[in-house]
Each structure stands twice: as structure tokens, then as C-alpha cells.
């Protein structure tokens, strides 16, 4: 086991490291390491141990945590990468080739990618809205500092949700620059609607029939603002892309910890759950994830432009094709 | 080759800075220059016989454009059944061709224009059909949902065709495809694929604004506002078919179609 790779997996496994982006280069990363470290076996090719060892690796992040769609991607992307490269190569060159595919994939489908979609979504914003977003992601992030440094006159909504209140660090980081934000819990959701003119959402993953897989909570925001005449956008780097089709959000889903939902921290006297926990008729039920149909969203902002949600499968198609060729 | 891509640039912003409200010049200029650029050609180290498979491309696209409305007219021929009614709004020479296909292939239908205020457009067409001898009958705009009942189906064409599969078209057009629509009646759409652009409009104020003075006859107060804007955007829900030289497509294609260009 490799430390950079044991380091990773702890984090995933104590939350530290969360969301889709940050999971993804933090495991291509651990994996640069361990081409750099990595030596042939005698009698063995470079090709077939190095996949290998890597197999090992992604069933020990899987037991941290399961894979999120990004990361699978990923895998796939440096698999393909390791069976391409030709027998003729010394193994010092096949380390340096795949530590540059490494680097140019986390630079072209994540970090410029971002760049693309920031650009295509200030163009979106206007002086006067307000914005509505829920939880915290990455590519939202960035559009509201964007759009923001552009100076455009705006504020935002903050929805979180417990268990995991991830939008409280989004919410700081926001207020530090200077931008004007309303924060709420997704309980006053549809109290609160009516004021946003936008939904900004991010995603774990796109699938196939324009379903968008992303935190729990999200489906619901998605679900008002659609009732609410609301454009909901949706945020999504194109790597995160995924050709199988979901139609509910309990087939494929990841579980969190159940006593998350009983206790509420910090509140002793709230904890009525305590002792029934046990109970054999009783399920704590902490999703992770939810699933969101394409109805509900209005456009897909990826690094290929402003798509609708039925386009999602022709991207996927050509998507593919231009990995084959890479 | 550099130097000709720039220099294809610059006469096509010039063209587009003659009419910035245009969308289907806009998009025309646009799908132009993608679709004779995006040849391997350019890689060619002979630059005579790049050239002349520019201006190949170009010829092909000129021409896929000219034809574009008779293919659009000859696909549209089986949606016109003997006995319709059919409703059209402003004066479109795409949706002209098409009843002037269907009056020559001498089907039985009539026609039902929308006055088209202010450009009075329901009266240029009025006057058009009339010489093709199919019966017509002008409504006022606001007399569409009254008559929606003895309508089969709606024709109106495009300014332009947004990346969301809906259309950018006369002020009104959203108006009729939403009481269409309630109604369960289809709106067809006959617009060439030269006017798919590369927009995606959220909601009716997401546009550039083309603006038209609107003449009411009397002297407005200075006080009172007028809405001058001369279109409206109608989203792709409320259309039923597209009918383009690509085919018949159902408004999801259209942004299938400029991935595949633009990609």
C-alpha cells in the first residue's frame, strides 16, 4: 500500500476531502505518486502490473468510500492510457508519458474545463438577480466569484441541509469576498423561491437520458424552482458524464452514516432517537445522493457550451469518440 | 491559409455589423464559416487546391441554402391533409413556399393570417395567397384563441432556431403556440438550418433587443411606455415539429446538430 494512496483514502474515508472535482484530482494525484515510485517486476510487463496494482488501489478507495462517477471517469481514462502505451517503451518514458496523460487530463477536463463553464455562465447573469444555489459546489463557487469580479450587481441564496450543512463553508468564503447572501435551510425552500430569479446547481454526475445525479437535496430545489418558473442550471464538467440511465434515487445510491440524521450535535436534549436505534422495524436512512429528472432543468452548462438536457447523449457519444483518439 | 481564415473573419463581422438584430444573419455568417473552415483541406500544402475546396464548401452551403426551401415545401407536403385549416403568423417566405407547394399539388385547405400588427404582415400574405386562390381569412391577434377551435394546425417560420430547439420569431408567435398548445393543437416550425443559432435564451428579456416603433394611430402621452420590442422567444415544449432541409426534426435535434458542427 502506497502512503500517498493511504493518505488519500483517510480523507475520503473522514469526509476532508468531498465533491466530485476534488476526490477526482486528489486520487490522479496519489496515482502520479505511485507511477513515479512504481518499478517492473521482474518477469512481469508494465502494462498488466501497473493496471493491476491500480485495481488494488481504486478497491481500497472503494472501501473508504465508494466512487463517485468523476472518479470512475478517471480510472477508465488512466486504464485505457496504460493498455495504449506500446511494448517498445523504456520504463522510465512509459512513467513520464503517464504522468504528463495525468496532468493533461486534471488540466483539460477539470481545471480549464471550469474555466469554460465560468465563462459561458456569467454571460447568464445579470445586474439585479438574485441567484439561488444549494450545498456547495466547486463550479458555482467560481461563477459567483466570476461574476462577481466582473462587478456584477447581484446576491445569493444560500440552501444547505443537515446533515452535512456543506454550504456553511461556501457561505463564509462568499461573505469574505463581499457578496451580499441570504442563507436558509432547504425547509424554507419554497417560502424562499419566489425572491430567485436563477438556480445555479452543481452536479456528481449527468446521465445518459439528462437525469442529474447530485447531492441529496438538490432534486427537491430543482423540483420548486420548476414549479416556481425558475430556470435551474445546471453545472457540470463534461468528464462527469456517464452513458447509464437512472430513472430513481434508490437503484444506485451511497449510503451515509445513519446516526448523522438521529443526533442533531451539540443538542443533548433533542436526541429522542437514542436507544431506538437498535430497533429491528426502524431504518435510518441517510442518502447521500438524488436523482433529479431532466424536466426540471432548463439547461446544462458543461465545457462544450449551454446544452439542453436532451443532449446529453450525443455528448457522451463524441466525448467518447475524442478519448479513443487522445 | 491563416491569413484567408482572417480575412473571411473580417468580412464576415462587417456583414454582421450591417444589422446587429439580425439572428438568422448571424447565424447564417457563423454556420458558414464552421462549415467551410472545418475542412481538412486546410492542412493541404498546395494553397491553390485549398482554395478551390473553400470555395467548394462554399458553393455546396450557398446552394444547400438556395434549395433549402423547396426540400423544406416538399417535406411539409404530407402534414397538409385535404379539408385543414391552417394558421399562420407573419409573413414568412418559407411558410409562403410551402402553401404556395401545397396549392400546386392542388390540395384543399384554408388559410387563417393573423393581422401581424404593426408590420401588418397578415396582409402582405393575405394578398400573396389570394393570387394562389386559397381561401383566406385575416384575424386580428387577439382573435387567435376564439378561433383556435376550427384551426388544425399552426405554420410559422423563424428569425432564428436557439440552441434549446425553440424558436426566435415575430412578436406573437409565443402567444399563439401557447393557446395552441393548451389546446393540443401542433405548431409547426419551417425554418432553413442556416438559422440555427448559437443561443440559449432563459427567459423572454435573455435576448438582444430588436426594437420597432409601433404607430397607434393617436398621439401617445410622453408619460406612457410602450413596448416596442419586435419579437419574442417561444421555448421548444410548445413546438411540435421543426421542418428544415435536415428533415423533420423534433426541436432536441437542433442542438444535436450544432454539437456535431461546433464540436
Known amino acids: ?326 | 491559409m491563416m491569413e484567408l481564415e482572417i480575412e473571411l473573419k473580417k468580412a464576415s463581422d462587417s456583414l454582421k455589423s450591417w444589422d446587429t438584430t439580425s439572428i438568422s444573419l448571424t447565424a447564417g455568417c457563423d454556420l458558414f464559416m464552421r462549415y467551410v473552415t472545418r475542412t481538412s483541406a486546410l492542412e493541404y500544402e498546395d494553397f491553390n487546391s485549398a482554395k478551390s475546396r473553400l470555395i467548394e464548401r462554399a458553393e455546396k452551403f450557398g446552394e444547400i441554402s438556395y434549395k433549402a426551401r423547396r426540400i423544406i415545401a416538399m417535406l411539409s407536403q404530407d402534414f397538409i391533409f385535404d379539408g385543414c385549416t391552417i394558421l399562420v403568423h407573419g409573413f414568412s417566405r418559407v411558410v409562403l413556399e410551402v402553401l404556395k407547394t401545397a396549392a400546386q399539388n392542388k390540395k384543399l385547405f384554408r388559410v387563417l393570417c393573423t393581422e401581424g400588427r404593426p408590420d401588418r404582415t397578415g396582409l402582405r400574405l393575405s394578398n400573396e395567397l389570394a393570387k394562389l386562390d386559397v381561401p383566406v381569412k385575416l384575424l386580428i391577434d387577439s382573435a387567435v384563441a376564439y378561433s383556435m377551435d376550427e384551426i388544425d394546425m399552426v405554420f410559422v417560420g423563424a428569425d432564428g432556431v436557439v440552441e434549446s430547439g425553440g424558436i426566435i420569431n415575430m412578436m406573437g408567435t409565443y402567444q399563439i403556440a401557447l393557446v395552441a398548445h393548451s389546446m393540443n393543437k401542433p405548431v409547426y416550425v419551417a425554418a432553413e438550418s442556416y438559422k440555427f443559432a448559437r443561443l440559449y435564451p432563459l427567459d423572454q428579456k435573455d435576448m438582444a433587443p430588436a426594437l420597432r416603433p409601433i404607430d397607434f394611430g393617436v398621439p401617445i402621452p410622453s408619460k406612457v411606455e410602450v413596448e416596442t420590442s419586435a419579437r419574442d422567444y417561444t421555448p421548444p415544449q410548445y413546438l411540435t415539429l421543426l421542418f428544415t432541409d435536415l428533415g423533420v426534426l423534433t426541436p432536441s435535434v437542433v442542438s444535436d446538430e450544432l454539437i456535431q458542427l461546433y464540436l
Request: charged content about 20%; overall charge neutral; some cysteine.
Open chain 1, 1 to 326: 500500500m502506497h502512503p500517498a494512496v493511504y493518505k488519500v483514502g483517510l480523507h475520503y474515508l473522514s469526509g476532508d476531502i468531498s465533491g466530485g472535482n476534488a476526490r477526482c484530482i486528489a486520487m490522479l494525484q496519489a496515482f502520479q505518486e505511485v507511477i513515479k515510485d512504481y518499478s517492473t517486476p521482474p518477469e512481469k510487463t508494465l502494462s498488466r502490473d501497473l493496471t493491476a496494482k491500480i485495481s488494488s488501489y481504486v478497491s481500497f478507495f472503494t472501501e473508504c468510500r465508494p466512487l463517485s462517477v468523476s472518479m470512475g471517469n478517471a480510472i477508465r481514462f488512466l486504464k485505457s492510457r496504460i493498455a495504449k502505451l506500446p511494448l517498445t517503451m523504456s520504463e522510465s518514458e512509459a512513467k513520464t508519458t503517464l504522468q504528463s496523460d495525468i496532468d493533461h487530463f486534471i488540466n483539460e477536463k477539470i481545471i480549464v474545463a471550469d474555466k469554460v463553464i465560468v465563462s459561458h455562465a456569467v454571460t447568464k447573469i445579470r445586474d439585479g438577480d438574485v441567484l439561488l444555489t444549494y450545498g456547495s459546489s466547486s463550479a458555482v463557487e467560481m461563477i459567483l466569484q466570476r461574476a462577481h469580479e466582473l462587478g456584477k450587481q447581484f446576491r445569493v441564496v444560500l440552501v444547505d441541509s443537515r446533515p452535512k450543512l456543506e454550504g456553511q463553508l461556501l457561505l463564509r468564503r462568499l461573505v469574505a469576498k463581499g457578496i451580499s447572501c441570504t442563507y436558509t435551510h432547504i425547509n424554507a425552500i419554497s417560502y424562499i423561491m419566489h425572491e430567485a430569479t436563477r438556480v445555479f446547481l452543481g452536479a456528481s454526475a449527468v446521465l445518459s437520458n439528462g437525469t442529474v445525479y447530485s447531492r441529496v437535496g438538490t432534486a427537491c430545489v430543482a423540483m420548486v424552482a420548476h414549479a416556481f418558473d425558475v430556470p435551474v442550471l445546471v453545472c457540470c464538467e463534461a468528464y462527469k458524464f456517464h452513458e447509464r440511465v437512472q430513472l430513481d434515487s434508490i437503484c444506485s445510491n451511497e449510503l451515509g452514516d445513519p446516526h448523522a440524521i438521529a443526533n442533531v450535535p451539540g443538542r443533548e436534549q433533542l436526541n429522542f432517537l437514542d436507544g431506538c436505534a437498535k430497533s429491528d422495524n426502524l431504518q435510518l436512512l441517510n442518502l447521500i445522493y438524488d436523482v433529479m429528472p431532466s424536466d426540471y432543468v432548463s439547461m446544462i452548462i458543461t465545457d462544450y457550451g449551454m446544452v439542453p438536457p436532451t443532449s446529453v447523449p450525443v455528448i457522451v457519444r463524441e466525448y467518447r469518440r475524442e478519448h479513443l483518439w487522445m
